[in-house]
């Protein structure tokens, strides 16, 4: 009954915004580590950003440091993917995931998708002029 669903994706034009939402049910953000995922056409998929269950620590992807912030809504079990000055590189499905081990948020291995067990469907991100 564990389910992650993705929304927020669409097409944006170069150096524009989105927020993506990742809405969680069947268990508690507290206790389980959020990560965000993408992949693009002939990629393999690469972890982005994720935030710990226990104390809300986070962790980005070099390329996502700058541009890109995570955080979550407890009330709402919702965690958020805002991305800034999109790039065409930027396109590509994006997933959450979430994993059990908790601390996973503040680490590197909030990045691999094989610290996940639970994954959403994905939603797409298209940055094009």
């Known amino acids: 009954q564990v389910q992650l669903v993705e929304s927020g994706g669409g097409l944006v034009q170069p150096g524009g915004s989105l927020r993506l939402s990742c809405a969680a049910s069947g268990f508690t953000l507290d206790y389980y580590t959020i990560g965000w995922f993408r992949q693009a056409p002939g990629k393999e998929r690469e972890g982005v950003s994720c935030?710990?269950?226990?104390?809300?620590?986070?962790y980005y992807a070099d390329f996502a440091k700058a541009r890109f912030s995570i955080s979550k809504d407890n009330a709402k079990n919702t965690v958020y993917l805002q991305m800034n000055s999109l790039e065409p590189e930027d396109t590509a499905v994006y997933y959450c995931?979430?994993?059990?081990?908790?601390?996973?948020?503040?680490?590197?291995?909030?990045?691999?998708?094989?610290?996940?067990?639970?994954w959403g469907q994905g939603t797409q991100v298209t940055v094009s002029s």
């Open positions: 935030i710990s269950g226990d104390d809300g620590s986070t």
């Open positions: 995931a979430a994993s059990k081990v908790l601390y996973y948020g503040g680490s590197w291995q909030g990045l691999l998708t094989r610290s996940y067990d639970h």
